[in-house]
């Protein structure tokens, strides 16, 4: 079982994910050093008995405490700085989907192949089947290759949702009269789970999101079965 497992935490199934997670581990490392040191120093000063009634300033030591909290941001910033700009990017993006937010249900269009659009509805708990997951599965999931460059329009017909999957690192807002669009990328296949992340009504805990990654062989296979259909 891996480390991120055992801290309830998804494995990651894309780049930008596996990124997030190394700057997690880095910036928490700079904390527990940062911990550590003031710790130290707090328990130092209770229990010690030194003490010097004639002093007044230290240039030295107050320019050290000036300096390295803004080495430690700069540590910080930088790496943070790079994963917004690479977030934020949509390169040549092979695939176009669009994820459609009702109360309280998804639908989605792929608006590069003809007549492809379908509602995703979560299933309801007498109707599951043994290897279906109560809550969180759907009776259309979203089907994309892996290893391929999609870019993901959201937008919504009601109220405000939110598209998530978080072990693709995605969350982004369904607002009505709004497009908004993230970059989508799998490098390995599977069935990842994720819910509307925002409280769009009663049944905002209903609403479920099932992304279902395939081969590219596959992918084409079930495009021709859904244009048929």
Request: proline share 4%; with cysteine; glycine share 4%.
């Amino acid at each position: 079982m891996s480390t991120w497992n055992t801290l309830m935490l998804q494995d990651s199934a894309s780049p930008l994910m596996e990124q997030l997670m190394f700057f997690h581990d880095h910036a928490l490392m700079i904390l527990i050093m940062i911990t550590v040191l003031v710790g130290y120093m707090m328990i130092s000063i209770f229990f010690n008995k030194f003490n010097y009634r004639y002093l007044l300033e230290g240039q030295s030591i107050e320019i050290i405490w000036t300096l390295m909290p803004a080495i430690i941001l700069i540590f910080i910033a930088l790496p943070s700085l790079r994963l917004l700009y690479l977030l934020d990017e949509i390169n040549n993006p092979s695939i176009t989907i669009k994820a459609i937010g009702h109360q309280w249900y998804w639908s989605y269009e792929y608006t590069d192949f003809s007549n492809i659009e379908f509602d995703s509805y979560m299933i309801p708990s007498n109707e599951l089947l043994m290897h279906s997951f109560r809550l969180l599965d759907v009776d259309n999931r979203m089907i994309i290759p892996f290893n391929t460059q999609i870019r993901l329009l959201v937008t919504s017909e009601d109220v405000i949702h939110s598209w998530t999957i978080p072990s693709l690192n995605i969350k982004i807002d369904a607002t009505p009269g709004r497009l908004n669009q993230v970059s989508l990328f799998n490098n390995r296949t599977g069935v990842f789970f994720g819910q509307c992340s925002e409280i769009c009504g009663a049944n905002h805990s209903f609403m479920p999101i099932v992304l279902e990654t395939i081969s590219p062989n596959m992918f084409m296979n079930w495009i021709y079965n859904m244009s048929e259909i």
